[in-house]
């Protein structure tokens, strides 16, 4: 079999895997088995690690921080790290997307677009680590010199969710790495095997031991360890806002340890009558199904002209009907599986309360059975109040809730009628229109006749509850900096005591 048939079809056996310590795997720790949610069959089996495996992660992070191995390099030794690193994973590549895949139910085709953009994660943060500088004040008069620094925080933890293992990640290591930090990764017990497989990457670009380590297991023992470990720096946390209100809890409780959070959204999508609606509904179907819809950032509240409402939900329900939703391995599938069991129901249980609330179902609204896997049909409810569950809740799947408005401002006023911060996308011909609600709305992320398009240059992150903090480009190497002003008398010093 040549390796492109393998990583089309189901491994023989599930994978074992050790988890990465102090730049090696380490193994004998009883195994999770974690089954393909397209399919049903095991895929991996991962180390359900105890909390004296976290504090020996922790305590190889402290001393590859203090040894000055990685912090004392400078920008363009450490850039060349991630360089390689980025080399690495275009040569393995195919190989991370499948056993992505096999984990998370998402589409090949896209597990591999995915793996390009972590790629391109690492380039940035090589640029980044070069770049990163702080400043000076020469304007404290002849006897005083300014200088701001920025140094490392210190040793990182990591928490990651399960929608985009990969991904997450590679938002985050690459920033960490450029500032001189290091760290211990805590990926979600479902998805674990590619934040390990990054283990064996970045050992190979030359990484030094104990900078990168991954510590598996679930949330409530390791995940809570380490949001409580006195000696982890800083916590950067992506996940569901009610883990992300016990991980302030446990912050404050602790060390007061800087925190980042990137939390939940309920993200607008605003149709102005004068956008481009063949356009605009290619968008809105995109951004409600892309990784079926378990994306913090994606559109799920779809905020409509009224002039426009009808002729443009009867051109998007019918783009998402000829959305291809079928087995992850398969290269013409556009939406996979979901991703686990908990989440399937969750979806599941928001179109019962939508219809049962009196929305209207234009598409979708119903599971789809494939005889194997948990899979949804894109869902378009239309007629949808400010007050109802589904235009409140963060739904986390393939789930569009629609809207009308009459004037700009009301867009405005429904789109920021949310708890959530995270993104949002206006679509307008008008310049006025488009600059206008861009200002206005409170979101981290914001695109003008375009949706989830960028790149790891610009930053991301939440306003209200969808977080702190900034993720990705020269802002996330910030992010995991400490800023210290350093003051430099000139001269002889005009003395206290006379
Ligand atoms: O997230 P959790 P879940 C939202 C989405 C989804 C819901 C639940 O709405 O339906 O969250 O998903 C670790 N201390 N998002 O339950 O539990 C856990 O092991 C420390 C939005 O999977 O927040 C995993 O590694 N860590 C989000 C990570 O936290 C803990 C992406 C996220 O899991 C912990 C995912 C604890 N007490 C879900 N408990 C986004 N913004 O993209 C769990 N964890």
New binding site residues.
């Given amino acids: 079999m040549d390796q492109r048939t393998t990583l089309h079809s189901l491994p023989q056996a599930p994978r074992e895997f050790g988890f990465w310590l102090d730049g090696a795997w380490e193994g004998g720790r009883p195994l999770f088995e974690r089954a393909s949610p397209g399919h049903g069959v095991a895929v991996t089996l991962t180390p359900k690690c105890t909390v004296a495996d976290l504090d020996a992660a922790v305590a190889a992070a402290r001393r590859a921080f203090e040894d000055r191995g990685w912090a004392g390099l400078s920008g363009a030794e450490r850039a060349a790290v991630l360089l390689r690193a980025a080399e690495i994973l275009r040569r393995r590549r195919d190989e991370i997307a499948y056993w992505e895949v096999l984990e998370n139910g998402k589409p090949i085709a896209q597990a591999r677009g995915e793996i390009d953009h972590c790629i391109a994660c690492f380039e940035v943060g090589a640029g980044a680590a070069r770049l990163l500088h702080g400043d000076s004040f020469n304007s404290l008069g002849d006897g005083l010199f300014g200088m701001v620094l920025r140094e490392p925080v210190g040793v990182v933890g990591l928490?990651?969710?399960?929608?985009f293992p990969f991904l997450i990640l590679c938002e985050r290591v690459p920033f960490i790495l450029a500032s001189g930090c290091t760290m211990v990764v805590?990926?979600?017990?479902v998805t674990s095997a590619t934040s390990l497989m990054l283990g064996e990457v970045l050992a190979e670009a030359g990484l030094p031991k104990g900078v990168y380590n991954v510590v598996t297991g679930?949330?409530?023992t390791i995940?809570?360890a380490?949001?409580e470990h006195p000696d982890v720096d800083m916590l950067s946390?992506?996940?569901?806002t009610?883990?992300g209100r016990?991980?302030v809890h446990a912050a404050a409780d602790s060390n007061f340890k800087k925190l980042g959070l990137?939390?939940?959204?309920k993200n607008p999508i605003i149709v102005f009558a004068d956008a481009d609606l063949e356009d605009a509904a290619d968008g809105a179907a995109f951004g409600i199904s892309f990784n079926t819809g378990q994306?913090?950032v994606s559109s799920s509240r779809l905020i409509v002209d009224r002039r426009v409402a009808a002729e443009f939900e009867a051109i998007l329900a019918a783009k998402m009907k000829r959305i291809v939703v079928g087995d992850p391995l398969d290269e013409a599938t556009q939406v996979g599986a979901i991703t686990t069991d908990a989440?399937n129901q969750?979806i599941l249980s928001y179109i019962d309360k939508g219809k049962a609330e009196g929305a209207k179902v234009l598409t979708g609204g119903a599971a789809i059975e494939l005889g194997r896997g948990s899979y949804i049909a894109p869902t378009l409810f239309s007629g949808v109040t400010p007050d109802m569950a589904i235009a409140r809740d963060?739904i986390?799947g393939p789930v569009l809730s629609s809207f009308t408005f009459n004037t700009t401002d009301e867009a405005i006023r429904l789109a920021n009628d949310t708890v959530y911060g995270l993104a949002a996308s206006v679509w307008s011909k008008n310049i006025d229109t488009a600059l206008t609600v861009s200002r206005r709305v409170r979101a981290g992320r914001f695109w003008v006749n375009c949706i989830m398009a960028g790149g790891p240059e610009m930053p991301l992150g939440g306003f209200k509850q969808s977080g702190w903090g900034r993720e990705a480009g020269v802002y996330g190497v910030e992010e995991y900096t400490q800023v210290k002003s350093v003051h430099v008398e000139i001269g002889k010093r005009s003395h206290w005591i006379k």
């Fill in positions: 928490i990651t969710p399960w929608n805590k990926p979600s017990e679930s949330g409530r995940g809570q380490l949001t946390f992506t996940g569901s009610g883990v016990s991980v990137e939390l939940g959204g994306c913090c989440q969750t963060e986390f």
